[in-house]
């Protein structure tokens, strides 16, 4: 089972938090990375963010990455969004 856990943090303080499961075995990881960030911004209410080459990086290093205020086109409330795979 493919979990994702995003967290949504201002002035270091957890504000929001969702764990998103996929349990579909024909996705490629990618994919069901792409699909728990689109669940964890529908849930947040906010646009999807704009994957940067550190991002990418980071997360295949790390199996997490935290989205600015670069990432999005509008302008967000909180620090940074963080996505962390906590089981796989």
């Not at 943090?9 to 960030?37: C, G, W």
């Not at 689109?38 to 989205?67: G, V, Y």
């Amino acid at each position: 089972m493919f979990r994702l856990w995003g967290k949504e943090f201002k002035d270091n303080r957890l504000l929001k938090d969702i764990v998103i499961e996929e349990d579909d075995p024909s996705k490629s990881r990618t994919a069901k990375v792409f699909h728990a960030v689109t669940e964890i911004c529908m849930a947040f209410d906010l646009a999807e963010p704009i994957w940067l080459d550190s991002n990418i990086k980071e997360f295949q290093r790390r199996d997490k990455t935290r989205f600015t205020q670069d990432n999005f086109i509008e302008s967000i409330e909180f620090d940074y969004l963080e996505i962390h795979v906590i089981e796989e």
